[in-house]
């Protein structure tokens, strides 16, 4: 059983910057794939980021593609997404996710997802 503790949310003025974190327990981190969600109110959780289990390979939706990075540190069993330029539709709860199958980080739906971190507001002032 892995856990996820998501940190780093808070509220921000448009254009300025968060870092996420994401750190697991329970099991082998370096050997899964993860991700980034977010779930704005009213709206259903969508795709963030993906990462492979060695970091080597990325993926991103496309609204956030140039402003957010993800990268993980498997030696601390982290993952991170920095997220920059921040705008007011980026407010949202963000929650890391793990993939046991998808180890190359390109899983972009929920259900190829097999733990979740309880989430994180990010919460982006106009």
């Known amino acids: 059983q892995v856990q996820l503790v998501e940190s780093g949310g808070g509220l921000v003025q448009a254009g300025g910057s968060l870092r996420l974190s994401c750190a697991a327990s329970g099991g082998t981190f370096s050997r899964y794939g993860m991700g980034w969600f977010r779930q704005a109110p009213g709206k259903e959780r969508e795709f963030v980021a993906g990462?492979?289990?060695?970091?080597?390979?990325?993926y991103y939706a496309d609204s956030v593609k140039g402003r957010f990075t993800i990268s993980r540190d498997n030696a601390k069993n982290t993952m991170y997404l920095q997220m920059n330029s921040l705008k007011p539709e980026d407010t949202a709860v963000y929650y890391c996710?793990?993939?046991?199958?998808?180890?190359?980080?390109?899983?972009?739906?929920?259900?190829?997802?097999?733990?979740w971190g309880q989430g994180t507001q990010v919460t982006v002032s106009s």
């Open positions: 990462i492979s289990w060695g970091g080597a390979d990325t």
């Open positions: 996710a793990v993939s046991k199958l998808y180890v190359r980080g390109n899983a972009r739906q929920e259900y190829q997802y097999d733990y």
